[in-house]
């Protein structure tokens, strides 16, 4: 196996890899040589699969082990277009991607962005986004009649059209009183129209990018943009002892699984 490794990575040099990418291949195939020690034509399936839980047990991020896994897809790949086997025994082997947990604020740094919210309009956003978990785009497409302020209610047209209803609080609707009160916008409106925009600047219906505009000047540059205060909106909900089932039909999602993320606290 030792000359097959040899004439593997000739090849590479061949093909003009770098020699920290070469170092890399040649680091993951004596290792494995070490671990196997077998020839390249006896390696089987359950030899891969060993070595795949060997990697795992060693406590190796999945992105590590998967990278690992590549180089050996890589050297089988070379061994098989050269004749050297006849199977490949790396074929069907995968490893699964690590899901990346969402992302979301503190009780604290969530009061101290709406605290720090300059203009009306800023504030019912922010407050909104963080009181009722909205996406950005469900947003931007409020109306005024959507708003059953009695019952503190807010009517949302969700992914594929779905209808769903969100309740907010009474921070929220301060702000979203102010900020109607400063548009010269009554509440309920007076007028019989179904159509007339919650959020506008100059008089027309507020975009998602001027959303993602207003949010991310009151977040950290690491954080991403709006989605992560539908995120704290979740956590902090599950984290006060809300149910599962409860925050899935807030959030609108479809399949439990997807709100299943947010108990990762």
Request: net charge positive; proline share 3%.
């Amino acid at each position: 196996m030792l000359s097959d490794i040899q004439n593997f990575l000739d090849e590479l040099k061949i093909k003009n890899n770098s020699p920290r990418t070469i170092e890399s291949y040649k680091q993951t195939l004596m290792e494995f040589y070490h671990h196997i020690k077998k020839d390249s034509n006896e390696i089987t399936r359950e030899d891969i699969h060993n070595y795949l839980i060997f990697l795992n047990e060693r406590g190796l991020q999945k992105s590590t082990i998967a990278l690992k896994l590549a180089i050996l897809k890589s050297f089988f790949k070379f061994l098989l277009k050269h004749k050297k086997i006849n199977i490949n025994p790396t074929v069907g082997f995968s490893v699964k991607k690590e899901k990346k947990l969402p992302v979301f604020l503190s009780e604290e740094e969530i009061k101290t962005i709406l605290e720090k919210a300059q203009s009306p309009l800023e504030k019912a956003i922010l407050e909104l986004l963080y009181a009722t978990g909205m996406r950005v785009s469900e947003l931007c497409n409020l109306n005024l009649f959507d708003i059953n302020w009695e019952k503190r209610i807010i009517k949302v047209q969700g992914k594929g059209g779905k209808e769903r209803f969100v309740l907010f609080n009474e921070s929220a609707e301060r702000a979203l009183k102010i900020y109607l009160a400063q548009t010269n916008q009554s509440y309920p409106p007076s007028e019989s129209v179904n159509e007339i925009a919650l959020f506008t600047i100059n008089g027309k219906r507020i975009t998602r990018n001027q959303v993602y505009r207003i949010v991310r000047k009151y977040l950290k540059t690491e954080r991403k943009g709006p989605h992560i205060l539908r995120h704290t909106f979740a956590t902090h909900l599950l984290n006060r002892g809300a149910d599962l089932v409860s925050v899935k039909e807030l959030l609108g999602h479809a399949d439990i699984k997807t709100t299943q993320k947010y108990t990762h606290v």
